[in-house]
């Protein structure tokens, strides 16, 4: 063999650097890495070498031919790109164009500060199915059959006993049937209800929670409430707690803060009333206990759920609530 395999890379390497043209370094690559280029053909001739010298020589050579052809390609690019600028078909005066970044949906956004909050607070956070039996839906959460209060859900039917789960309270019944007080847990997803306009989508997401131990009392929803509106909103913000109905807690509530657009003077968003719904909540009812065998005279508890989209809404002063499912970059990237 004439040459080392270093004495080649090293005239290859002048040569490529004192190319002026694409055609000059095309016949470069046909000189050195082509079917009969030089380091193709020191490549063939390695099994002439000493057996010790065949492994080193090899990688050097491979190594050699890939430096090789990418400085030609980079030669190439460089001069194609230097022709293009001098004939005007690239403009090096445009303003460069950012990737575009990624943001946080608003609605995860919303659920990971309420997750955040409740960890503060020493909650644990569990999530259950989306297709859900008509008994975790309703019947164990005191729904009767045919009662009328299943109308206000709207519901999707699976088949006559299944279920798109109309609200996460069915997990308030899947974890007291798994655990034993005390128990202080929110759980986050997705829920159905066949409804459409512009504040209701047929699918959207609510975050319940659950707190059972002995001696809980109303003062307790109210303090743990309280809270989470503060630190969703502002501390400053009064909140009233509304008599309510819901068959699953007695006494039922419904929380609303003062309309954040008018601060209660009344305006369109609020209805002219001056207060905002944000949560339903209450005592878990006695019949709920039943069905998951808890000792009703040994304990008791409170329940909320609220609909993150609408917090979402009331928070940024979003308007229509499809927005959140149209993945409009323009609308996303505020968040
Ligand atoms: N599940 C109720 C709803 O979707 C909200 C609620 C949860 C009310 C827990 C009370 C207690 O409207």
């Known amino acids: 063999m004439e040459?080392?395999?270093?004495?080649?890379?090293?005239?290859?390497?002048?040569?490529?650097?004192?190319?002026?043209?694409?055609?000059?370094?095309?016949?470069?690559?046909?000189?050195?890495?082509?079917?009969?280029?030089?380091?193709?053909?020191?490549?063939?001739?390695?099994?002439s070498l000493p057996e010790e010298h065949r492994p080193s020589a090899g990688?050097?050579?491979?190594?050699?031919?890939?430096l090789v052809e990418a400085r030609i390609k980079e030669m190439i690019q460089q001069i194609e790109d230097a022709e293009a600028i001098s004939s005007g078909s690239i403009d090096?005066?445009?303003?460069?164009?950012?990737?575009?970044?990624?943001?946080?949906?608003?609605?995860?956004?919303?659920n990971q500060q309420i997750s955040d909050i409740f960890k503060r607070l020493g909650?644990?956070?569990?999530?259950?199915?989306?297709?859900?039996?008509?008994?975790?839906?309703?019947?164990?959460?005191?729904?009767p059959?045919?009662?009328?209060?299943?109308?206000?859900?709207?519901?999707?039917?699976?088949?006559?006993?299944?279920?798109l789960r109309?609200?996460?309270?069915?997990?308030?019944?899947?974890?007291?049937?798994?655990?034993?007080?005390?128990?202080?847990?929110?759980?986050?997803?997705?829920?159905?209800?066949?409804?459409?306009?512009?504040?209701?989508?047929?699918?959207?997401?609510?975050?319940?929670?659950?707190?059972?131990?002995?001696?809980?009392?109303?003062?307790?929803?109210?303090?743990?409430?309280?809270t989470l509106v503060h630190q969703i909103f502002d501390e400053e913000i009064s909140l009233r707690f509304r008599p309510s109905f819901f068959p699953f807690t007695e006494p039922s509530a419904e929380v609303d803060i003062l309309c954040v657009i008018c601060r209660g003077k009344g305006c369109r968003v609020c209805s002219q009333t001056g207060w905002l719904e944000v949560l339903g909540s209450g005592m878990v009812h006695p019949a709920v206990f039943e069905n998951v065998n808890y000792d009703t005279s040994q304990y008791s508890g409170f329940a909320f759920g609220m609909g993150v989209e609408r917090i979402a809404m009331l928070k940024y002063g979003i308007d229509d609530l499809r927005k959140f499912f149209e993945n409009d970059y323009r609308f996303l990237r505020q968040f």
Do not use: W
């Not at 990737?99 to 919303?110: D, E, F, T």
């Not at 909650?123 to 729904?143: K, Q, W």
């Open 166 to 226: 109309t609200h996460t309270s069915p997990l308030q019944i899947r974890i007291m049937e798994k655990e034993r007080p005390p128990i202080r847990v929110i759980m986050p997803g997705r829920v159905y209800r066949c409804d459409s306009d512009l504040t209701h989508t047929p699918m959207f997401h609510q975050v319940e929670g659950l707190v059972v131990d002995k001696n809980i009392g109303f003062s307790d929803l109210k303090g743990v409430l309280t």
């Open 123 to 143: 909650f644990d956070i569990a999530e259950g199915p989306e297709v859900e039996t008509d008994y975790y839906n309703f019947e164990a959460l005191n729904f």
């Open 92 to 110: 090096v005066s445009l303003p460069g164009r950012l990737a575009k970044q990624g943001s946080l949906h608003p609605v995860s956004r919303i």
């Open 3 to 47: 040459n080392t395999i270093e004495q080649i890379r090293e005239n290859a390497l002048t040569e490529i650097e004192n190319a002026s043209s694409a055609d000059e370094l095309k016949a470069l690559s046909v000189k050195y890495v082509g079917r009969k280029g030089h380091i193709t053909l020191f490549l063939r001739n390695i099994s």
């Open 59 to 66: 990688k050097a050579a491979n190594v050699t031919r890939q």
């Open 145 to 163: 059959k045919n009662h009328p209060a299943r109308d206000m859900q709207d519901t999707f039917f699976v088949s006559d006993d299944i279920v």
